[in-house]
């Protein structure tokens, strides 16, 4: 089955910098990768999103981009706030059925605890 | 918001007893995930439902069972229950099958066995 590598496991940045983390997968057939964060205790909000047919993606400060041929995507945050403080998810999600129409269950790497100072 | 609902939102119980999580996906949403969230072993995939039937399942336990209604609501049974059961429990909806991937989560329930 599919494998979600994620690092670094924390990362601590000075408010204004660029925070980027990193994710591999395993699974080849794998085209749906999607970035959680998560603030204690809270759920996994979906930020962002990157398709196996699209090389990169922006919404506003963070951009996610994607290397399919060695199957790793990166989170980048760019000017980072505290308030970007957080746990962040990537994920992975493999197609199901014929023509890979529907998708199904999310492979999830370990998280990384985002720390940004003021 | 995400319009993903559960209850309860904490439950606590002894061991080897039986407990039933609730999850309504968000209006026009198709598909149900459960996902356990744990210190040690990070956000897992326990099972998805489409549209009432079950679509794929992930590692979860024999002593776990779920379904999803006919009004598409699901619940998720947990039984002779053990310490190590405690977590966070997440269903999360997308609109499934050649609809969009995106999947939102609901605010979890936490479960602590004592």
């Known amino acids: 089955g599919e494998n979600v590598e994620q690092h670094p496991s924390t990362l601590s940045v000075q408010e204004g910098d660029s925070a980027v983390i990193k994710c591999t997968y395993s699974?080849?057939?794998?085209?749906?990768f999607p970035w959680y964060k998560q603030e204690l205790g809270k759920r996994p909000q979906l930020i962002i999103d990157i398709r196996s047919n699209v090389g990169e993606k922006k919404d506003q400060r963070i951009a996610v981009t994607l290397n399919k041929t060695a199957k790793h995507f990166s989170l980048h945050i760019t000017e980072t706030q505290p308030e970007d403080s957080a746990v962040y998810f990537c994920a992975a999600s493999t197609p199901l059925g014929a023509g890979g129409t529907s998708y199904g269950k999310l492979t999830f790497g370990q998280g990384t605890i985002l720390t940004v100072h003021p | 918001d995400s319009g993903v609902t559960q209850t309860p939102k904490h439950l606590i119980t002894a061991t080897g007893q039986r407990v039933t999580l609730r999850c309504s996906p968000r209006?026009?949403?198709?598909?149900v995930y459960w996902y356990q969230q744990s210190l040690d072993q990070g956000l897992q995939f326990l099972i998805q439902y489409y549209n009432g039937e079950e679509r794929a399942k992930g590692n979860i336990l024999e002593r776990f069972s779920a379904q999803q209604f006919p009004d598409l609501h699901s619940e998720l049974n947990l039984s002779s229950l053990e310490l190590g059961d405690s977590a966070l429990y997440f269903c999360?909806?997308?609109?499934?099958?050649?609809?969009?991937?995106?999947?939102?989560f609901g605010p979890g329930t936490r479960l602590t066995v004592t």
């Open positions: 999360a909806s997308s609109v499934g099958a050649g609809g969009s991937y995106e999947q939102y």
């Open positions: 209006s026009g949403d198709l598909s």
């Open positions: 699974d080849s057939a794998s085209n749906y």
